[in-house]
């Protein structure tokens, strides 16, 4: 917990090993517990029974609760005087053997004042008597005792390294952390110390609501250790991501992403109250079998959670908060995946200084807020991130939405167009997959072998993606919209009918156009998953299919972000070119 004085408080343990302890900032729990266990063995009697079996699953707050046992340990201070006291007798008892034992040589055998010759003849005698071995051995384990004693009173414990000196040895990375069992050991947090915090988040704190995690230390661990995806390092430290929503089906598969990206690392994965403080690979498989479960076991592909995931906490709203005010963990950048009727959360995001990247519905076409896919209106969100701010508008440049999942990839096959040929006139018909509903589950009555449509549904897909075509391409054009829900997995598959303004020669002419659409150019380079070329055009017949295209655009590192175009025909009776195209929803749709 943080405190206004950064005062650096030296502690004594019990058996004597002195550990400098910094309240300010805090010390992680996994190096804490290995200089404390490797240290300080003996001590460990103090640690609370499930932190002394498990010692990484001990949070900073059961470090904090050991901490004040440590400071006034009952038990283990009437252990230590009974020590204490033992360790004295055992010292007088040596010394009075030892000057005892001198005292018995000189009055048995009159060795003080004795001439030469008749201490010569004591001298054999005493070496004949088995007592005087006896005393000698007594003698020497007595002297021996006292030696070392004094020794170990005159030279000072070494105490354990500083933090300064810890972190320079030791590379770690700071992440939140915390367990399950923090629901039932956490104390009530409270602000008071707080003093940057806003007033309103302290009324909330201290209203009684219990404070998941922290911040700690994480080490380097041997293979056999799990350890955080924060172990993950690159030549330069990677920014830390907090995911809003992170344990939804989109949030899982960012989390997934994060583990190996060279310029981001995952932070906090953000989940609801039920989830929160539980470790994200339980939280994870539980929702990948109920969705397996509900449609079929043998339909549904489970998607897997890394192992360096399966400990990772999942955090609550309130920690991400309280994260803004922790100078030794700080995150400025939230990926929001969360359902609309939680947009509030991305507003309070914004209030306490955030910059929010937001794929939820929520805002998308607030007036101020760009709506971007970057290879087709990118310079709207570098004039938004540059715009200067004003009192009336503070949040200004601060949240940067991505449009439907549908409109995300259609967007790039009809900018390509738009920019050669022009665009008068575009139909679409969408045939959704399932993925693209989250783990919230269809009846399966509705669409098991079955095709759903969406029109007026809860969903409003199709004014949902009208709506946010025409804010990124632009209101020149006519547009028309039919959506549908399929009984496939992953990978939308659309239907897409375009009439020019300026003429097409061939199939051929088109074909080129799309496969040669590079809008991000050398910038493309600095971006890890975004292709030089995002259209990828299959004269194959037959071709786009969503289950196959999904997994072509997800190999060779493509990491799902291009999209599959086929089908091409410029011998429609209606319309100049009409085409086919597959994104995959939960990559370059999310």
């Not at 509030?344 to 805002?363: C, R």
């Not at 607030?366 to 209106?377: F, S, T």
């Not at 969903?459 to 009984?487: C, M, P, W």
């Not at 997995?489 to 088109?510: A, C, L, M, N, Y």
Request: glycine share 6%; net charge positive.
């Amino acid at each position: 917990r943080r405190s206004d004085s950064r005062t650096v408080r030296p502690l004594q343990l019990s058996c004597g090993v002195r550990l400098d302890f910094d309240r300010a900032n805090v010390l992680g729990r996994s190096a804490f517990w290995r200089l404390i266990e490797r240290e300080n063995r003996s001590n460990l009697a103090l640690i609370p029974s499930r932190s002394r079996r498990d010692p990484n699953l001990a949070t900073d707050r059961r470090i904090d609760r050991s901490m004040a046992t440590l400071k006034k340990p009952a038990a283990a201070a009437s252990t230590s005087s009974t020590l204490e006291t033992a360790f004295g007798a055992a010292n007088a008892l040596a010394g009075a053997l030892f000057f005892g034992s001198i005292i018995f040589l000189l009055r048995e055998y009159e060795w003080s004042g004795a001439a030469s010759e008749r201490a010569s003849r004591s001298l054999k005698a005493a070496l004949q008597d088995p007592k005087v071995w006896g005393i000698g051995v007594l003698c020497f384990l007595s002297v021996t005792w006292l030696v070392s004693f004094f020794a170990l009173a005159l030279v000072p414990n070494s105490p354990l390294p500083k933090m300064g000196e810890l972190e320079e040895k030791i590379p770690f990375e700071r992440v939140p952390e915390h367990s399950e069992d923090d629901a039932a050991t956490t104390k009530t947090a409270s602000c008071d110390n707080m003093s940057s915090a806003p007033e309103d988040l302290k009324a909330e704190l201290n209203k009684g609501k219990p404070i998941a995690g922290g911040v700690s230390f994480v080490q380097k661990l041997p293979k056999n250790v799990r350890a955080s995806p924060a172990t993950v390092t690159a030549s330069r430290p990677r920014e830390g991501i907090a995911v809003l929503g992170g344990t939804g089906l989109v949030g899982r598969a960012l989390a997934v992403r994060l583990v190996n990206h060279k310029k981001y690392r995952l932070a906090y994965v953000v989940g609801s109250e039920q989830t929160a403080g539980k470790p994200f690979g339980r939280v994870f498989r539980r929702k990948e079998a109920l969705l397996a479960k509900h449609y079929g076991e043998d339909f549904w592909e489970q998607m897997q959670c890394p192992e360096v995931l399966e400990d990772f906490p999942i955090s609550s709203f309130q920690d991400l908060l309280l994260s803004r005010f922790d100078d030794a963990a700080p995150v400025r950048f939230v990926v929001s995946c969360i359902a609309p009727r939680f947009g509030w959360m991305e507003d309070k995001l914004l209030d306490y200084g955030f910059d929010v990247f937001s794929i939820s519905p929520h805002a998308r076409m607030r007036p101020g807020v760009p709506l971007v896919v970057p290879e087709v209106n990118g310079p709207a969100m570098r004039m938004a991130l540059t715009q200067q701010r004003t009192p009336d508008d503070p949040h200004r440049g601060r949240l940067v939405k991505s449009p439907n999942c549908v409109s995300c990839g259609v967007s790039l096959a009809l900018k390509a167009l738009q920019d050669h040929y022009g665009l008068a006139a575009v139909s679409l018909t969408t045939f959704q997959t399932l993925s693209g509903r989250g783990d919230a589950r269809y009846d399966p009555s509705k669409v098991k072998g079955n095709v759903y449509p969406l029109h007026n549904t809860v969903e409003d897909t199709d004014r949902k993606i009208r709506g946010e075509l025409h804010r990124v391409l632009g209101d020149d054009f006519a547009l028309s919209v039919t959506a549908q829900r399929i009984y496939a997995q992953r990978g939308h598959f659309v239907d897409v009918r375009v009439k020019t303004k300026r003429p097409i020669e061939s199939e051929d002419e088109v074909a080129k156009v799309l496969s040669d659409f590079a809008p991000l150019g050398a910038a493309a380079k600095l971006l890890e998953d975004a292709p030089a070329r995002p259209i990828r055009v299959v004269r194959e017949v037959g071709w786009p299919r969503p289950v196959q295209a999904v997994a072509a655009l997800n190999s060779n590192e493509s990491f799902g972000m291009p999209v599959s175009v086929g089908q091409l025909n410029t011998d429609d009776e209606l319309f100049d070119v009409t085409l086919s195209l597959v994104v995959d929803n939960v990559a370059r749709g999310a």
